[in-house]
Nanobody, 118 residues
Framework: QVQLVESGGGLVQAGGSLRLSCVASGRTVSSYAMAWFRQAPGKERELVAAFTGSTGSTYHANSVKGRFTISRDNTKNTVHLQMNSLKPEDTAVYYC???????????WGQGTQVTVSS
Protein backbone atom coordinates (compact mmCIF):
# COMPACT_ATOMS: atom_id res chain seq x y z
CA GLN A 1 0.00 0.00 0.00
CA VAL A 2 1.41 3.34 -1.08
CA GLN A 3 1.22 6.26 1.30
CA LEU A 4 2.37 9.82 0.61
CA VAL A 5 2.52 12.30 3.49
CA GLU A 6 3.14 15.98 2.78
CA SER A 7 4.37 18.59 5.21
CA GLY A 8 5.89 22.06 5.22
CA GLY A 9 2.97 24.21 4.16
CA GLY A 10 2.01 27.37 5.97
CA LEU A 11 1.49 31.11 5.80
CA VAL A 12 4.27 33.24 4.35
CA GLN A 13 4.60 36.79 3.06
CA ALA A 14 5.16 37.49 -0.60
CA GLY A 15 8.81 37.08 -1.46
CA GLY A 16 9.33 34.46 1.20
CA SER A 17 10.23 30.79 0.93
CA LEU A 18 8.82 27.44 1.97
CA ARG A 19 10.05 23.88 1.55
CA LEU A 20 7.49 21.15 1.11
CA SER A 21 8.31 17.53 1.84
CA CYS A 22 6.61 14.32 0.76
CA VAL A 23 7.58 11.13 2.57
CA ALA A 24 6.68 8.00 0.63
CA SER A 25 6.07 4.51 1.95
CA GLY A 26 5.31 1.43 -0.08
CA ARG A 27 7.02 2.89 -3.14
CA THR A 28 10.60 3.97 -3.89
CA VAL A 29 10.73 7.59 -5.00
CA SER A 30 13.71 6.99 -7.29
CA SER A 31 11.85 4.31 -9.23
CA TYR A 32 8.54 6.05 -9.77
CA ALA A 33 7.43 9.34 -11.24
CA MET A 34 7.00 11.78 -8.38
CA ALA A 35 5.29 15.12 -8.79
CA TRP A 36 3.83 18.14 -7.05
CA PHE A 37 0.42 19.48 -8.06
CA ARG A 38 -1.52 22.40 -6.67
CA GLN A 39 -5.12 23.46 -6.62
CA ALA A 40 -6.30 26.96 -5.82
CA PRO A 41 -9.92 27.71 -4.86
CA GLY A 42 -12.16 27.63 -7.91
CA LYS A 43 -9.37 26.43 -10.18
CA GLU A 44 -8.37 23.11 -11.66
CA ARG A 45 -5.52 21.10 -10.24
CA GLU A 46 -2.30 21.89 -12.08
CA LEU A 47 1.05 20.19 -12.36
CA VAL A 48 3.76 22.30 -10.73
CA ALA A 49 6.88 20.13 -10.94
CA ALA A 50 7.78 16.51 -11.55
CA PHE A 51 10.50 13.97 -12.07
CA THR A 52 9.95 12.82 -15.63
CA GLY A 53 12.46 10.01 -15.84
CA SER A 54 14.46 7.57 -13.77
CA THR A 55 17.64 9.49 -14.59
CA GLY A 56 16.39 12.45 -12.59
CA SER A 57 15.13 14.66 -15.39
CA THR A 58 12.61 17.21 -14.19
CA TYR A 59 9.76 19.38 -15.36
CA HIS A 60 8.74 22.74 -13.88
CA ALA A 61 5.68 24.68 -14.96
CA ASN A 62 6.41 28.03 -16.61
CA SER A 63 4.63 29.81 -13.78
CA VAL A 64 7.16 28.54 -11.24
CA LYS A 65 10.29 28.08 -13.34
CA GLY A 66 13.26 29.77 -11.71
CA ARG A 67 11.47 30.00 -8.35
CA PHE A 68 10.55 26.41 -7.46
CA THR A 69 12.77 23.35 -7.52
CA ILE A 70 11.80 19.72 -7.14
CA SER A 71 14.36 17.40 -5.57
CA ARG A 72 14.49 14.02 -3.92
CA ASP A 73 16.42 12.38 -1.11
CA ASN A 74 16.64 8.70 -1.92
CA THR A 75 18.08 7.84 1.50
CA LYS A 76 14.93 9.19 3.15
CA ASN A 77 12.56 8.19 0.33
CA THR A 78 11.39 11.81 0.28
CA VAL A 79 10.62 14.36 -2.40
CA HIS A 80 10.90 18.09 -1.75
CA LEU A 81 9.61 21.22 -3.39
CA GLN A 82 11.70 24.28 -2.59
CA MET A 83 9.62 27.38 -3.21
CA ASN A 84 11.33 30.76 -3.32
CA SER A 85 10.12 34.25 -4.21
CA LEU A 86 6.57 33.21 -3.40
CA LYS A 87 3.69 35.21 -4.84
CA PRO A 88 0.07 35.51 -3.69
CA GLU A 89 -0.95 33.58 -6.79
CA ASP A 90 1.00 30.59 -5.47
CA THR A 91 -1.63 30.21 -2.74
CA ALA A 92 -3.13 26.74 -3.07
CA VAL A 93 -3.29 23.28 -1.60
CA TYR A 94 -0.19 21.42 -2.74
CA TYR A 95 -0.38 17.68 -3.38
CA CYS A 96 2.32 15.08 -3.77
CA UNK A 97 1.58 12.40 -6.38
CA UNK A 98 3.22 9.24 -7.64
CA UNK A 99 2.87 6.87 -10.56
CA UNK A 100 4.73 4.91 -13.17
CA UNK A 101 6.82 6.85 -15.67
CA UNK A 102 4.70 7.51 -18.73
CA UNK A 103 1.54 6.48 -16.90
CA UNK A 104 -0.99 8.13 -14.66
CA UNK A 105 -0.44 9.34 -11.14
CA UNK A 106 -2.27 6.73 -9.08
CA UNK A 107 -1.28 7.68 -5.55
CA TRP A 108 -1.90 11.03 -3.87
CA GLY A 109 -1.15 12.65 -0.55
CA GLN A 110 -3.68 14.50 1.54
CA GLY A 111 -2.36 17.92 0.59
CA THR A 112 -0.75 20.79 2.46
CA GLN A 113 -1.99 24.37 2.42
CA VAL A 114 0.30 27.14 1.24
CA THR A 115 -0.91 30.70 1.74
CA VAL A 116 1.07 33.68 0.49
CA SER A 117 0.01 37.08 1.78
CA SER A 118 0.64 40.29 -0.12
Amino acid sequence: QVQLVESGGGLVQAGGSLRLSCVASGRTVSSYAMAWFRQAPGKERELVAAFTGSTGSTYHANSVKGRFTISRDNTKNTVHLQMNSLKPEDTAVYYCASGRYGGVYDSWGQGTQVTVSS
